[in-house]
């Protein structure tokens, strides 16, 4: 057990609506990243925060956002849905920021969209 | 532009058998290089990590190695077992953040280890 927590574990959803995904990171970590993983595809970063602050974003689309929150946990929230959409979307936690934190992965949220 | 390239994309086995797995880098400025498990349908889940003085690391029956000058890493496993079954991402992370964040991973080995 990572102790990085996602919910829900599925979603389905139709094409146009809005979904959030949740995700409490690892005891003590700060830094949650969000990662999207297509069938048979690598992992695709999608944004970092730290300590409730945006650090780096990758390609994530304008429909996309997300936030961290006082807590620490974050929510990543996915609109006009596509059906490309459809994915596994992770979250993974580290203590801090720097390239040497080991990453601890969750273990998805996986969304389809009809 | 930084990219890890893995190698072979899928591999089925016997089960007792050993296999090594392939990753070539091209991430600048390099900090380290990272072995993930997927189970499918799971998280990643960390074997190894190393620097760049690390030549060679183990997790049991995983064994990594990394050579900075050619730019390259393996993961050999040992005397494979059913539970070995899933996708091994190779990962590098950059000194510096770009697009990709820190962290480019690979596309991933999907292992298939058969009775």
Redesign the interface.
């Known amino acids: 057990d990572s102790g990085v927590t996602q919910t829900p574990k599925h979603l389905i959803t139709a094409t146009g609506q809005r979904v959030t995904l949740r995700c409490s990171p690892r005891s003590g970590d700060l830094s949650v990243y969000w990662y999207q993983q297509s069938l048979d595809q690598g992992l695709q970063f999608l944004i970092q925060y730290y300590n409730g602050e945006e650090r780096a974003k990758g390609n994530i689309l304008e429909r996309f956002s997300a936030q961290q929150f006082p807590d620490l946990h974050s929510e990543l929230n996915l609109s006009s849905l596509e059906l490309g959409d459809s994915a596994l979307y992770f979250c993974a936690s580290s203590v801090g920021v720097g390239p040497n934190s080991p990453l601890h992965f969750g273990n998805g949220t996986r969304l389809t969209v009809t | 532009k930084n990219q890890v390239e893995q190698s072979p994309q899928s591999l089925i086995i016997l089960e007792g058998k050993n296999c090594t797995l392939q990753c070539n880098y091209t991430v600048s400025p390099f ?2 290089l ?1 072995w993930y498990k997927q189970d499918t ?6 074997l190894t ?1 190393m ?1 760049f003085s690390e030549n060679t690391k183990s997790n049991g029956r995983y064994t990594a190695t990394l050579d900075a000058d050619t730019k390259q890493s393996s993961l050999h496993i040992t005397a494979s077992q059913l539970s070995d079954s899933a996708s091994y ?1 190779c990962v590098v ?3 510096t ?1 770009g ?5 480019i ?4 080995t999907k292992l298939s280890v058969k009775p």
């Open positions: 900090s380290n990272r349908g799971r998280g990643p889940v960390s990590i620097t991402i992370s950059a000194l953040r697009s990709q964040g820190n962290l991973f690979g596309k991933g």
